[in-house]
């Protein structure tokens, strides 16, 4: 049986998925209790977690009040140093998205066709969006990454932006957060530690490559550090660079090359075939030489052109034809051409000095640096639709017969893809950068014995800019094709004087263009139907904050802490785009300039209040709780609360709740965007006389709505922990968790709006614009608070390492396991329809799809310095959509997506004290990915959980001085 089948029965039931988390040897939690080997904790002892370099206190992000052994309810994982050096990770980013809670939503491996953040690795807990898990550095927010253009990406930071050598820790609170930390914590928070002092240089460099040969991985980083005046002045530094190069199309991967899509069965009525069919061999409808599309009955319908002026010939079409995909015939897939994994380079400098005033008092200055420039080649310009008319000059020249039986005002339409708009072959490339730099300075210290205080001022920019070459202009498209004769030489017929498309403003310097087979197009032509996209955005962060926490008084159960702080955050961000981005002319990476700012001011205060210690009824029983009240320039005034309690009857056993209101406040985009126009055609009843039109007019769906709310969500988790004294080193917790996110920000489609307005709904009716007649002219409706996302599901984790000396082996144990059963995903669109559970869904077809169960985890061997992991990455057998099957419109051929265990090797040798070296292999049995095709991203499979690169092989080696 194959690695793939071994796990092939779906997971239906939590108890189910509950013995599978315990009975594999994988995944990755792992307790505190040793810093030397910690990974990721399945729930971080508040008083013992990963020792940093320094003496300095301890603060776990589930609390800004936890003093002593208080050890918070909110379930939290702690990924340490140690775990990033032993998966050999050149990003912090790597490791996080190994722990199941998080979805890849907007990672390097997963981004598709989008061109805005190609190579960016954004924290998506719950699968709820990126722009709802809020990233903190050293407790403070940092600067997101904030494309010029929006679509299907958050306003979030980029985890590549931090440098990894520096991570001392990572802390991720899987549970709202937002009366502790602020807007954006709903699904939870990430909290970077980065080192407060080091002694020494260390100089990392590894490299790697795929079995393919390709996606070559070169990363050097050095760390190093110093005290001076005593041990007074503390300086620490680092810089981290790496390159990777970017992989090719579908077709340089074994699977890719079945060329798997999903194709929509418009005659399944007739055919007997379901009306989704997922198959391989899918091409392109369409041809570099220009093929005919109509009209139906046109002689020549399905024929192609050739650049040699000879006779069409015959397009070899397949058995079924829908849209631009059909199932067989000649050609390749729409993906050809589109890179599977962009390629990236990182340079990341960071210092920090510290100086201690005094014995209580320090202050400290941060300075830090990230450049990433991402290059990835996009899909081919692309003509469907196009239309040639029977006076068309190139036409005439070379098919006077065809011409002819046109007549003058006739036409044809035809479908091109553009493979010789570029030199070689590749469109692009999309070059993005970001350039994000950052100041901190700030101060801390403690008053008195029981109390601490600490306070920042920080700044950080955010310099995004995109440039997409190669870039089809649709209008200069348009008016190249349609060239005619005048005066003997061929025009564009938008330049004739009394023609019927004369503009000369419009069509100025326009050149007519040949696209009568590949290769005819002029260089001067396609120099004008082509160019560079170019968009800028920069976001700028200023933020302000001070706290302070500590004991209030002494109970009989212990002290009552307090945590409490103010904080003030301004952020603006300006847009900026060349004319023809600007008004939506390019095929792809158009972005729509603007400019927005907001500035919130926020105070909370958090308490903690034991209320039994070692007594009859239990050893200890804490109630936690915090509030926030933020005013905003944009949504007013926010509250946020959450309560929480820790409860253990006896050693061993502890349990945990809490409950919370979180929100998330738009972001800029979301308020002042505005937006793209696009024609749609649109049926709607005119309130003022009760008629109903159809109209293809202009539709803007994606402005900004400066009235937007907040979004609101109630959070609930519940959970136990066990630390039986009998088994040493064990430690196993289980937590459910329900998110209910409310006046979710969304967007509603065009049908949508129209058919709440023809029930009479006056709102929608007036996003319409009509004429004195009756029909629309027009609609323009921004973001709404209407959707919805219910999320439940259960996490379980484990770790447990033993000596192996009671067996006479040298050396010892160590296994973690963490894992997350989803139970419902369910979604909302806010568009009337009934809601539907997107929990068990293994495809990228539905915004929320997640899989019933994610495992990852490692067994590790340890002895002297010498270290041997194999980590498995297990998701559940799930389906495509659902929905499918479910009636006569939803069939499909395919609705099973079988399970998938992925199996890495980890290898660390240290050599001398101050020498070591290390080796990987990542999916070492090249297990290919299912074929879950998207219907809009032109992908044959899922990237965000399914490796698409096959077995890596990696090695470097660590130098310390």
């Known amino acids: 049986m194959s690695t793939r089948t071994i796990f092939s029965r779906r997971t239906l039931q939590f108890g189910t998925s509950l013995i599978a988390l315990l009975a594999c040897t994988p995944a990755m939690a792992q307790s505190q209790d040793e810093p030397a080997t910690e990974s990721a904790t399945a729930e971080p002892e ?183 005046m005593d041990d007074r002045l503390h300086i620490v530094a680092a810089v981290d660079f790496s390159e990777s190069d970017k992989v090719g199309d579908i077709y340089t991967r074994p699977w890719g ?37 109509g009209p139906t009955g046109y002689s020549l319908r399905n024929y192609e052109f050739h650049s040699n002026g000879g006779a069409p010939t015959p397009f070899v079409t397949g058995s079924i034809v829908s849209g631009t995909a059909m199932i067989g015939g000649q050609g390749q897939s729409q993906a050809k051409g589109l890179s599977l994994v962009p390629g990236i380079r990182r340079f990341d400098p960071y210092a920090r000095v510290q100086f201690d005033v005094s014995a209580n008092t320090h202050i400290y200055l941060v300075g830090s640096y990230s450049m990433l420039r991402t290059e990835m080649n996009p899909l081919p310009s692309r003509i469907t639709g196009g239309t040639i008319r029977g006076d068309n000059a190139y036409l005439q020249t070379l098919y006077p017969a065809i011409a002819a039986s046109l007549g ?87 330049l004739v004087p009394g023609s019927s498309t004369y503009n000369p403003t419009a069509a100025a310097g326009c050149v007519p263009i040949n696209l009568f087979g590949e ?11 082509t160019g560079t996209a170019h968009a800028r955005s920069v976001y700028e962060q200023r933020t302000a904050a001070a706290n302070i926490r500590g004991e209030l008084f002494d109970t009989w159960a212990g002290p009552v802490s307090i945590g409490a702080g103010v904080e003030y955050r301004r952020e603006e961000q300006t847009v ?20 927005g700012k907001f500035d919130v001011t926020e105070g909370y205060i958090e308490a903690i209040v034991p209320l039994l210690k070692d007594s009859a009824i239990g050893r200890s029983l804490d109630l936690n709780g915090a509030i926030r009240v933020a005013h905003y320039s944009t949504v007013d005034t926010q509250t946020t609360w959450k309560i929480g309690a820790s409860y253990e009857p006896v050693e061993g056993i502890r349990f945990r709740a809490t409950r919370s209101r979180d929100i998330r406040a738009p972001a800029l985009f979301e308020l002042y965007s505005p937006g793209s126009i696009a024609n749609n055609s649109v049926s709607v009843r005119n309130p003022a006389n009760s008629t109903t039109y159809t109209a293809n007019i202009p539709v803007n769906l994606s402005i900004g709505n400066a009235n937007l709310d907040a979004e609101k969500a109630e959070t609930y988790t519940i959970g136990v922990v066990l630390e039986p004294r009998f088994l040493p080193n064990f430690k196993v917790s289980v937590d459910y968790y329900d998110i209910d996110l409310k006046q979710a920000i969304t967007t509603l489609p065009a049908t949508s709006i129209a058919s709440l307005c023809n029930a009479g709904d006056t709102y929608y ?157 990542r999916n070492v049995f090249n297990t290919a990915p299912p074929p879950l095709p998207s219907s809009t991203l032109n992908i044959a499979t899922n990237g965000q959980y399914y490796d698409t690169l096959g077995t890596f092989f990696q090695a470097g080696f660590r130098v310390k001085f």
């Open 46 to 228: 508040q008083d013992a977690p990963a020792q940093p370099a320094s003496n300095e206190e301890i603060v776990v992000t589930a609390s800004r009040a936890g003093t002593g052994g208080f050890r918070a309810p909110t379930p939290t994982t702690v990924v340490g140093s140690a775990a990033i050096e032993q998966r050999q990770s050149i990003t912090v980013a790597d490791v996080l998205q190994e722990i199941p809670a998080f979805k890849p939503t907007i990672s390097p491996g997963a981004n598709g066709v989008r061109t805005q953040l190609p190579g960016a690795n954004l924290a998506d807990l719950r699968g709820l969006g990126s722009n709802r898990t809020l990233v903190l550095v050293d407790g403070a927010r940092v600067t997101p990454q904030a494309p010029a253009n929006n679509t299907g990406t958050g306003v979030s930071p980029d985890l590549n932006q931090i440098p990894a050598l520096m991570v001392e820790r990572a802390e991720v609170i899987t549970g709202g957060a937002s009366a502790q930390w602020g807007s954006d914590a709903v699904a939870g928070v990430v909290n970077i530690i980065l080192r407060k002092q080091y002694t020494g240089l260390q100089l990392t460099a590894q490299t790697g490559f795929s079995t393919y040969g390709d996606g070559l991985t070169k990363r050097v980083g050095a760390l190093g550090g110093l005290s001076l």
């Open 257 to 293: 090359a079945r060329e798997y899509q999903i194709v929509a069965n418009s005659a399944a009525s007739t055919n007997g075939l379901p009306v989704n069919l997922i198959v391989p061999n899918v091409h392109f409808y369409s041809s570099p030489n220009m093929l005919i599309t």
């Open 408 to 494: 003058a005002n006739g036409t044809f339409t035809f479908n091109r893809v553009n493979y010789d708009f570029a030199a070689s072959g590749q469109n692009g490339p999309a070059i993005v950068e970001n350039k994000t730099p950052h100041l901190a300075f700030g101060a801390e210290g403690s008053l008195g014995a029981n109390w601490k205080w600490d306070a920042h001022i920080g700044w950080g920019k955010n310099i995004y800019t995109n440039a997409t070459a190669g870039n089809g202009i649709r209008q200069r498209i348009t008016y190249a094709t349609d060239a005619v004769f005048s005066g003997g030489q061929i025009m564009c017929r938008a």
């Open 519 to 529: 290769g005819s197009p002029s260089a001067a032509a396609i120099s004008y139907v």
């Open 576 to 595: 900026t785009a060349d004319a023809i981005s600007a008004a939506g002319g390019f095929e792809i990476a158009n972005a729509g300039p603007f400019h």
């Open 765 to 921: 009716c007036s996003a319409f614009t009509f004429n004195p007649a009756g029909p629309p002219t027009a609609l323009s409706l921004g973001a709404q608070n209407l959707a919805g996302v219910h999320v439940q599901g259960f996490d379980a984790q484990l770790a447990y390492r033993f000596p192996l000396s009671g067996i006479s082996l040298p050396g010892r144990i160590e296994m973690t396991v963490n894992g997350t059963y989803t139970q419902h995903v369910i979604v909302n669109t806010g568009t009337g329809a009934t809601p539907i559970d997107r929990a068990g869904e293994n495809s990228t077809l539905n915004t929320y799809s997640t899989p019933r169960t994610r495992i990852n985890g490692s067994l590790t061997y340890r002895v002297g310095g010498f270290s041997l992991t194999s980590q498995m990455n297990f998701i559940s057998a799930g389906t495509v959509d659902n929905t499918f099957n479910t009636s006569a419109t939803t069939t499909a051929n395919i609705n099973h997506v079988p399970a998938y265990t992925y199996l890495n090797l980890y290898a660390d040798m240290t050599v001398t004290e101050n020498f070591g070296f290390f080796a990987s292999v």
